[in-house]
């Protein structure tokens, strides 16, 4: 990730569109700004959401609220709280999410 020609600037996360993203269960929620290969998403996660798929995108994540549980291809299993981030680049370990109470994330991929 380069993070350049990016001109400084304020993003009021209330006012950016939402999309849906349906999981095996649950819905996630993405607010997304892009600004060149960077995206920056502030994600939030339903009660009971599974992921319908193994994401192989490199990542930065943090947990805002909630408890976000994540499983890597290989069977280990990581929760996370509030306050707690994860780190891992293209096509390093695949991964999927999955919350039972929800979660609110911000992710910059």
Do not use: K, N
Not at 11 to 18: A, E, I, L, N, Y
Not at 26 to 34: I, P, S
Not at 50 to 68: K, M, N, P, Q, Y
């Amino acid at each position: 990730m380069a993070l350049t020609d990016i001109p400084f600037g304020i993003t009021d996360w209330s006012q950016v569109p939402t999309t849906e993203h349906t999981g095996d269960t649950g819905v996630a929620t993405w607010r997304t700004r892009e600004f060149g290969s960077v995206r920056v998403r502030m994600v939030e996660y339903s009660p009971g959401y599974v992921a319908d798929h193994w994401c192989s995108r490199g990542h930065i994540l943090l947990v805002l609220e909630g408890t976000l549980t994540t499983e890597l291809a290989d069977g280990e299993i990581l929760t996370m709280e509030a306050g707690s981030s994860y780190q891992v680049g293209d096509d390093v370990r695949p991964h999927r999410s999955s919350t039972e109470v929800g979660a609110r994330l911000f992710i910059v991929d």
